[in-house]
């Protein structure tokens, strides 16, 4: 048993020695790194972000910018990064390998659902060692919001096409409450879905009507609904015509 120790010995002292010695002639030992870097950029947009050249806005005193990164594909937490809004950029580092939907806050203050000014779209990235880092620089309106809308046909509750109607288009009329602006747009029936332009922000009375020509087919019931952040979405769901012949 002494002999099988000291054998031992011998053998841990043989390798100590060999990596001492490579250490000492400038071989170095290389540990693969597994993590990988996001460097972020932001523009806030003041208007509307669609326009060919749109107004950016400066970041305030005290504005926070949070990085929020959350995997597509496993139970692990987001990861979220806070930064000064006024340095326009930001360095997220030590992000494991994977995919994830990338978005940003822009927060009055410290970040809470209260102080919420403005929220970009997300991105989907995907990290590797192939592409450890990655560039990505977002852009967003502060102070205007879009509502999002399907619609169907029905007659005697049986669904019906815009051709079974006559209906040829879909019109929404946005009525900002306690305000004067007010907003009119037209869609095509067949698209059954629609986007609205950008809007300010506020409480909104809306009013969707489907038509053939300028003549009114149906209404949907008049709906309440707000905008009440930065690109905000706000998906009013489906609406309904029933159309009676």
């Known amino acids: 048993m002494d002999g099988e120790k000291q054998m031992k010995k011998l053998v841990f002292a ?6 001492l010695m490579q250490l000492g002639t400038g071989c170095i030992i290389l540990v693969e790194d597994d ?25 305030r005193a005290g504005e926070t910018i949070e990085v929020v990164s959350t995997p597509t594909s496993s139970s692990n937490d987001r990861l979220v990064d806070l930064f000064d809004c006024d340095r326009n950029r930001g360095l997220v580092s030590d992000i494991p390998y994977g995919t994830y939907e990338v978005h940003i806050n822009l927060y009055d203050g410290n970040p809470s659902p209260s102080n919420l000014i403005a929220q970009s779209d997300a991105v989907e990235v995907s ?7 990655v560039d990505l620089d977002f852009s967003f309106t502060i ?6 809308f399907t619609w169907s046909i029905t007659e005697n509750t049986a669904s019906r096409s ?17 305000g004067t602006f007010i907003d009119d747009d037209l869609y095509d029936c067949s698209d059954f879905q629609a986007h609205t332009p950008f809007l300010p922000l506020g409480s909104y009375r809306l009013q969707v009507s489907l038509l053939d020509g300028q003549v ?21 769901g489906n609406l309904e015509f029933a159309v009676v012949q």
Request: negative net charge; contains cysteine; charged residues 25%.
């Open 14 to 19: 043989a390798f100590l020695s060999i990596a």
């Open 35 to 59: 993590d990988a870097t996001l460097d972020v950029t932001w523009t806030l947009i003041a208007g509307d972000p669609q326009v060919s050249n749109p107004d950016v806005a400066a970041c």
């Open 127 to 133: 990290l590797d060692e192939d592409r450890p880092d």
């Open 143 to 148: 102070n205007r919001g879009q509502f999002f």
């Open 162 to 178: 815009c051709a079974d109607v006559g209906g040829d288009t879909t019109a929404l009329r946005s009525e900002l409450i306690g």
């Open 216 to 236: 009114v087919l149906g209404d949907s019931l008049v709906r309440r609904s707000s905008l009440d952040f930065g690109n905000h979405l706000n998906d009013l």
